[in-house]
């Protein structure tokens, strides 16, 4: 789960990738870089663990100076615990140099990554992105582009791609366009592309249109405009999580704000409900703008009546004996002045394993609420999602293993509510298909 | 402006106390540190520039074992750049070893300061907590709390002060009472003594009631409970700043719940106001619940429309040219899906310099907004505070140089109000006297 | 120019590794590593840019927990100034897990990296061990041996080369043995093989023998001792520098100590030369044990008269304009008080370049020094080695460009002697053949 | 144990301090530190645990610009755990601003420090230097130079003080000159002080003349020279330990050379001795010079047969089990080879605790070394010094409590040899008498 952004033919290109990378930042990103194409032709690479505005410093742009630059933010995931599993990833290869950053996931990795390694190729890494790069480097033409075309016709999988070479950068999204990337233009003319247009906001770039499912787009240094090709039939089917929980509330995603489509989802919530309380409090911050819809259609007052602590960093003093729930404790305290003796419903994005869930309504009833009702802005979450978001395993997801009573019972809530598939995929817009596989496990992507 | 803690006859006090510090951590603190007083009578201090977070790690508390503590996070100022002045001041003296920590402003600091330099002292920092420790210090008493009398005897402004020796920690509250203190018990039997009560929650520590205006509070080491004086006859006048917008909104300040007073202020505004708009929204954080209260008084719609960036750190990249007013824009962004062709009233907890309500401004308006209806909850703010809270000089105050419509122009704004300062009160309510010098120039302490 | 270790089933490989590398590391070493197998069978690495002791730390020591480890110690040199040409190099390949540290030079290094990727291999450092590992990746066979020979059949150059699988450590050396490397027993039953016998001494190994030149040894998970195999006929050829300047004086290398053989190049120089003067001095720390031999032989006195500061790090504060010659200086200090007025013969290992030598020629003669004879314990230096020690091109070596009397006159000496080659071999030991191509051009690996 | 530096009316003050304070730094520094007055009259401070090049970097001397500075290193010793317990001391007080660094030891400073405290002043460290602002702050006068001298009339010690002010340095020697301080002149005009004449030869200084017991040298900012008086009869003792091991062997102290001292102190161990053996080696790089002097009065050979490995730093990762008597073993490695067989005789400066003797003595036995002769450049170490050299209590000192015989049994040598206190005074020079407090128990200053 991650965000990339190509900025090309700007001044500091890698400053404005920078900029763009902290505005899609909201998740405690556990690694971050930059590679810039310097007018030398040689492509040069910072990256860490760590927020971007840990890993890069004044001297870093010092040494990322060209004119085009990509660049990538790793939300924090299991088991890529390596500082080799940061992006891009850079090599030499037949054609000169070569960047790579990537959103999505490879769902036949491991037998494309035998098949290279019993045919030769050395992996550094655990990430799927060095496959692409190992199939571009393993085709014989001389032409990037046809490499990259080989590349993609053997790979399966969600990906956006921007690949960079000494003299173009490539943007690329999978036919289902399950991960959104969009085009802006910057005030003096580069290009920007992003996966979140909030970076665009944040840079003065204009919002220019979203590369399309199948479409990749050829920006060449030095030369004005890009160039758009079909490369595979569109089947789109943008993935419903963005939209749910992924995305921050002030970005577009193929024509959509996001902020209004979870208020509405939160509506929908409100339509079918029919509890009575005395108001509606979200568990912040992935709660609050359906919780807004909800109280917006119910009638309801909407409290903020949690207060989320944004200052919780890396280290972590373990807590004396006494103080229990304290991972949960250090983000969220809910107001007892406010709640106690209350009857509230409480809005959540969704509910993955329930732990969180559990614990929050204990702090509900530790603050003196007297009913709590649970109401979730999205399906019940039965299947490991495999194109991109890091959902755990059928064994981890509760709703995969418990229905909803269980459920219920297991967080300790008075009442718990989700939205049903069709519920969603209205709420969103129903002239468009979109990723459910979370929800239904209809695996489309083989 | 910063906060203190203290905490007694608790095992582990000096991780309770870094906990309780990380709760009241919410405006990018600068300096932060805690004393300990170990079994062995020597009193040891952990102090740098940075978050707690940053601050301490696991072999701080190493160091910081006993079963006392007291902390101190300073929030950032101008003109304080200094380590030396990180608190708890410590020192060896006449009768062993002290340490200090200090919230509030003494008005009469430079004059004392000239007299015990004068008198042969030396001064390390800039701080005034330094002149309470000459003070203690060269008074000739056997009894640290003669001493300590002396010394409070001989200064003059706002403090809540924690003072601890070898088997003592003395909570004192200043006769106005105008910074809070509150004591709260926890589960092992111990004491703690914090400036928000939002504290409490997170080392779950059961409030037990205010320190009295004009009261010293006397813990001892082993010994159960607390002795209550009233070393000063009380005069209170709480200061309405922690209710607008010092305090968390999870704070209990005076038997008042911070979050329902700033929502009052928003109803207050509403009230007395006749705009029409499409709906309000709130400058985040500071403004929400006041924007809540406006929005259920109005019946508007409340809509989180701009959107907070929680990752803004230290590290500071100069930004390319193109970009302009970066610094509010890293941490704001309004959605322009939301705004565009919109009336919307504008709700912010106060107006100091009138920079970044300028900028907010720009900001809605390139999002499109059609009418954009500033209001604050709060009076004009025409002088300087000077007890504890760093506001800016008379120069700097907009509103104490330009008149409502002056300042309405300079932000940018389609309209402009305040609250009156009878409004202030009544909606903190009535039933007390505050300190308001900052909108009534009533400088009660001289 | 480096040191390897490999340290094979031994409780605590790695820390073993860590002091073997310490030990060895006496030249500003600019990068550091360590891989180890643990008992998962996976392999862990850790690396940096810096000395053993800042790259490694206790934590370091949770990670590297197997009874296999081989690590590695990188001098500073020019155009290495990545992270990513620290060693080892690891990568998944069709076999598992590998990891590779290498000492030496591969002169078709460059040719075989093309044919490499044009063949479809990336490359991610500049380092030639890239190539082995591709070499090794790409063969087809099921056994790891077969792939290694396969690799060395393909490659030219100087080499020690440690490879670790998941149950197995190889330790090969080229068929001419440029490079020292040998095995020493531990006390607790396992094996050490190191580039240098000092390494042996501190972590309490037995010296066992030297690895012979051509010689494949296999040490393997679980089992006693190690298997022999000769895998490339041998034609010996030890490199000259090892014993002139590059090895610590407390290693033995191919059975002869190393201060000794200084020493005995001192001697020599002594035995040819006329010159007389009040003593004789080294250059600290290069030219010690060759000063040595030569009063002793001489019969003049040894004068410890430049004083060598060993404080000198990385950060470098740009001095004053009045100070000149600060780099040579900040390490070097003649006394005055000893040299004043008199006639000194100066002893150093090599002069390559010619500006450090010319500088400490200044510094004696701002120290009052009335006559320097300049005498160096090795040949001109006329051609760039290329088999591991990296001196520097033909355009900057000294000797390839003057006269021995040139080069007198550039670095201001009264007198200035070298070693001829043959004076050079003898004081080695005439019974074998050794690298010397710095001096006499012979590149007899092509 | 430390070493302390001026500078006066140069362009870089601080600067050249730096530089000055790195040449006097070769004991593993544990605090350095650094105030300059700049123009505008305030005296700013950077210090830190740690050597110079640790503590300072280019921002450093962003902040200290001015054209006076003084600077601080401190040795490595026990007890002074403190960032606090590093120099500069600085303070403002009645005249304004002030710092003060001090070499040296006030054996009064417990009681001084007692009065101080029961007159009401304040401690932060337990640094004596603390005395000496605490004096001069307290007395009445507005004369700076009066206060001081009220200072010094009411310590007791041994002590080199610099005092800076807005606007002059001074330099203070004890009447019995105990320890060294020298008055060097920069090319620039200006003047620099400092404890070691070694520093000034790395900043191009050219030595004027010591500063004379009792003599106190004023320098003004602006004006050229400087002035002298003489503040105190002066009653002349140099500390012997200046020659027999703190000083850098390149430093002149009251004229003489240490080098030249420490080789006549081995001389004259030489002259006393029938040892007969194979030659002699030095314990690095304490023992070097005295065994130089010993090879050259002898007639014996003198070979480096300990290697130093100078990268020893401060992480420290516990080795394994196997791994005996790791900390002398890091830095020492006895060459084998050389040693194998022989009798050698070890010459040190001196025995403290007597425990790394014992382990030099077991490294020089596991090298195989026959008969191993110990002779020390120095007398018995029989009583604590209390003039600023850190030797240990009489329970630690070996000599206070083991006679010679026993001593040598404890370290395992087959002989061992001291000077005696007439022969140490002989070979610095009878014509002055020297601090001997160590060996001789006559503590002349009470």
Redesign the interface.
Known sequence: MCAIVGVINS??AA??A??AL??M??RGQEASGISSCDNDGIIRTIKNRG?V??V???D??EILKGRMAIGHNRYATAGSDSLLDAQPV?????LGSISIVHNGNLIDKDKTRQEL??N?????SNMDTENI??LI????SHSLKDRILYALNNITGAYCLLIQSRTKVFAIRDKYGVRPLSIGK???GGYIVASET?AF????AEFIRDVKPGEMITFEYGKDGFKSEQIFTPDPRICAFEYIYFA???S?IDGK?V??VRKNMGRVLAKKSKTKADFVIPVPDSG??AA?GY??ESGL?????I?R???????F????Q???NLKV??KL??????LQGKSVIVIDDSIVRGTTSKKIVELLRHAGVKEIHFKVACPELKYPERYGIDTPSFEELISANKNIEQVRKYIGADSLEFLSIDELTSAIGNERKYSLVSFDGDYFIK
Chains 1, 2, 3, 4 share one sequence.
Request: charged residues 20%; negative net charge.
């Open positions: 001044a500091d400053k404005t920078y900029y902290f505005a930042q909201h927020l505005t840990e890069f410093n004044k870093s742009f850079a090599a030499n290869y037949a390694i019993q030769g190729a050395i992996f550094a790069i190992h480097a393993q085709h014989k910057l005030k003096d909030c906001d944040l840079v003065d921050r509330p002030d577009i704000n902020y209004d609050v703008a807004l109280a917006q007052a909407f409290e903020a009546a207060v602590n944004h200052y919780v960093g890396r280290t003093i373990e807590p004396t006494e103080l229990r404790k250090l305290n809910p107001m007892h002045s406010v």
